[in-house]
């Protein structure tokens, strides 16, 4: 009887352990530790699409956690999803739990936004805020929505400005825009002919137009070199002495002008005008005297006699 009730309590511990490891291990693949101590906390998001029970919870990329559960709220319709997080990492009351696109293939998580300067902690059974972040698909749609509907207008505006251009453009019109564009092309290719030529005209004479450019390289050194003549000819000093030199003939214009000096006199002084201009009627009349009666000034005598005296002319009209 002993050995029986031995055996009957080895099985049961057997059983025990068994079903406690069942439990362990259901509950390790599902993502939970129920050996570590953890914190149970709540968060609401308008829409989890791809987020699965037993995702991750991370912080700052480190992995504190698994979503437990996910519940439909009666009174709101909203789901509510239980979060359970690893004691070790406190999180404070004004933290922010965002639901993010895992990869591009698909699958969300759950990431804390923690707010260090808050020290006030959750409790179990608290509810944290919950934010969603846009994943790829959805910005593409947001951005994408607004692009298509200016391309539809766009679209409908060159629809409209077609329709009027075939109603402006009858057949005389397009014949001329027909006959515009021939234009064109012949112009275009009078012009092609013409660079042709002109690269043509070049060939011919690029002996003489590297000639004409060798001399017109001599014409400049000449001209550098007598720029530099120049440079060195202390043009300077000779302007200042020409300055000073006109300002002489300045200061002398002025005292003729002033009536100063001999030649100011002359020129100004109307006295010595009329004793000159006295002065040279008297020599004239002089100098025709001595050509009408040479005797009178030149006497020549063998016998001695005596020269007459001078008697000035008496004018005829003076006689009347």
Known sequence: MQINRSREIKTAILVILSIVLFIWGYNFLKGKNILNPHLTLYVEYPSVEGLQPSSPITLNGMVIGRVNSISIQENTGKPLVELQINEEFPISKSSVAKLYDASVLGGK????????ADKTAL???DHIKGEVELGMMENFAKNINP???????????????VTNLNKVLDQESRENLKSS????STS?????QITQNTNQLITDNKTKLNHSIDNFDKISTNFSKISDSLAQANLGQTVRNLDASLAEVNKIMQDIQQGKGSMGKLMKDEKMYNNLTAASKELELLLADMKTNPKRYVHFSLFGKKPTTYQPEVKKDSLK
């Not at 998580?109 to 260090?116: D, E, L």
Request: hydrophobic fraction near 50%; charge should be positive.
């Open 147 to 161: 692009l298509q509907s200016k391309v539809e207008s766009a679209i409908s505006n060159i629809d409209v400005l």
């Open 188 to 192: 275009l290719k009078s012009i092609n």
């Open 123 to 125: 409790k179990t059974g």
């Open 109 to 116: 998580q759950v990431a804390i936004i923690p707010n260090f």
């Open 181 to 184: 564009l021939a234009s064109l």
